[in-house]
């Protein structure tokens, strides 16, 4: 897209200054080591780093995470040089949140590169102040001639893959950050808080794979300050801490943030649980998820308590970010011939048709932490996601998603694409009626990528009930292969401003492009 300046990641002064103060004080421990403690006397310090989220074109929230009691302040700048900065007064940092905060950002200039700097004081003097955090994003086009870029994935710390400081932590952040999108997509599993991090496993060719490890990541999470630690171990890892400093976040959750494939009312038969009824444990989870992620929301006076909103990202591009967990019935075999509640749930669905309904951007791009088409199980019989294997007409959760499509195309929406992880390969499904049991839609594609840092899996059977053809498929041939044995994966969505083209690439660590394709705007499906 050359009409919008690049800005060069790597020499961006300001990040770097605040990252490498960071990383100072916040060095990555060796396997086996827990998580560093803090002195609590001097200065707060913000050693966790700086995130942003849900940017729009004049709106950001800026998340940071102190040692101790502290006044978050954030200041922003269009220049390196911070003068003329403008002062946020943000929330004070306690133990009730875990020292955690938000601040929300107006005003801002479409489409602009914006310099923002975090300092925290002490609530007994002001000028008592830690060393201030830096960061950087762009807001959002007002122009469609700008562009849009974005990157998605998901599923990190999975299978006991933790950070190993011997191939240097999460270094696939690293090359994300270098990409210089213009914000991140998270499609869920952000933890495994069922998922235990021993300090070493043996590799099936002898090689020992070692973990950082800590206090919360030694047992499933069950209360509320296991999960918080589970949240923190991610932040431990310096590649991910100078890229949330970097390039902003729109998170979503899925199963892993509370436990494998939960569900609303479940009673688990887990022995490694004292803790049996789920809705207490996803309670918990919710709650150190507010805390640790900057999603609009979630904090202040624009949301409630839900993850499902509209993202809007200028001309090009409305964001649909999906909750397929909080809402959906129970895991069963998922042959109903009734279901209103479905995956997404009633109230979620009417939404969702409103807001695509109302959507004039160019771009419909459907953040969905299940796929549609993939038969994903959960045991012998019951089902975890949309399809349940029978290619015939709509039953179970299918009939929500049917009553979506239909929606969509008798409305006649255009320039819907579907984005989902969740299954840890990467593959792309083009949709059609004529090779469908339901033919009441109008064509679309599914693409699906990760796993940034869990195990690989095979491939997933297709379900014929919408006619899906999987154009592209890259999966191992056996299950739980670790980071250090096959690149980690992402995608990436390019959205052009002069012919408003989106083109979705399939990468992996290493720079590897897999699968590229590219969509015209202005068609009801394609």
Known sequence: MPSRPRFPSPDRRTVLRGSLAASAALALPVAGAAAPAFARSGRPDAAWGVQVGDVTSSTALVWVRSDRPARMVVETSATESFRRARTWHGPLLGPGTDFTGTTPLYGLPPGEQVHYRVTLAAPDDPRRTG???????????????????????????????????????????????????????????????????????????GRVWRNVTTEEKAKVAETLAEYRGNFRYNLLDDNLRRFNAQVPSVIQWDDHEVRNNWYPGQILDDVRYTEKNVDVLAARSMRAFREYFPVSTLHGTTGGDRVHRVVRHGPLLDLFVLDMRT????????????DTTGILGAEQL???????????????????????????????TNFEAVAQGDPGAPLGRELQIAELLRFIKHRRITGTVWLTADVHYTSAQHYAPERAAFKDFAPFWEFVTGPLAAGQFPSNALDGTFGPDQVF??????????????????????????????????????????????????????
């Open 473 to 526: 498929v890259q999966a191992p041939d056996r299950a739980n292969v670790s980071p250090m044995e096959t690149p980690s994966l992402f995608g990436e969505v390019d959205i052009d401003g002069d012919s408003g083209e989106l083109t979705v690439r399939l990468r992996e660590q290493g720079g590897s492009v897999l699968f590229s394709t590219t969509l015209q705007p202005g068609r009801v499906g394609q």
């Open 131 to 205: 060393e201030p955090v830096y960061g950087t994003f762009r807001t959002a086009p007002a122009r469609r001639r700008d562009g849009v870029r974005f990157l998605w994935s998901g599923d990190i710390a999975g299978q006991g893959w933790g950070i190993n400081p011997d191939i240097g932590g999460y270094r696939v952040y690293d090359e994300m950050r270098r990409l210089d999108p213009d914000f991140f997509l998270c499609s869920g599993d952000n933890i495994y808080a069922d998922g235990v991090i021993e300090p070493s496993v043996t590799l099936p060719d």
């Open 327 to 338: 809402f959906r019935n129970a895991n069963s075999p998922g042959r109903q011939a009734d």
């Open 350 to 380: 009417a939404w969702l048709k409103r807001e695509l309904s109302k959507s004039r951007a160019v771009w419909k791009v459907i953040a969905a932490d299940m796929p549609l088409g993939l038969v994903v199980a959960d045991g012998a």
